[in-house]
Nanobody, 123 residues
Framework: VQLQASGGGLVQAGDSLRLSCAAS????????MGWFRQAPGKERELVAA?????????YYADSVKGRFTISRDNSKNTVYLQMNSLKPEDTAVYYC????????????????WGQGTLVTVSS
């Protein structure tokens, strides 16, 4: 599978953005998917993950719980990250990734990565 992330941009604090990650290949529905982010000078961190089944179990980092929602549409080979109530500390490059694990928590559990999309939140 190959991944293409999009939807980043410059927004103000409190605004919303929706990131999309389009996957190529016929095996998308067999992968768990995750969104990671990496801010300047910081390590890459998992933001949210979802199991292979649309509408299935999800995981969120505490820092985004209640503000971000991960979802997927296997008929469109796409995973989304809806980000509401954005904060300046959400500024980062966001990456989507695919994993053979249902809800991988570590970056080494993900074997395919998209190219990243920059989200900048101004105060």
């Amino acid at each position: 599978v190959q991944l293409q992330a999009s939807g980043g941009g410059l927004v103000q604090a409190g605004d919303s953005l929706r990131l999309s990650c389009a996957a190529s290949g016929r095996t998308f529905s067999s992968y768990g998917m995750g969104w990671f982010r990496q801010a300047p000078g910081k390590e890459r961190e998992l933001v949210a993950a979802i199991i292979s089944r649309s509408g299935g179990a999800t995981y969120y980092a505490d820092s985004v719980k209640g503000r971000f929602t991960i979802s997927r549409d296997n008929s469109k080979n796409t995973v989304y990250l809806q980000m509401n109530s954005l904060k300046p500390e959400d500024t980062a490059v966001y990456y989507c990734a695919a994993s053979r694990w249902p809800l991988g928590r570590r970056s080494d559990e993900y074997n395919t990565w998209g190219q990243g999309t920059l989200v900048t939140v101004s105060s």
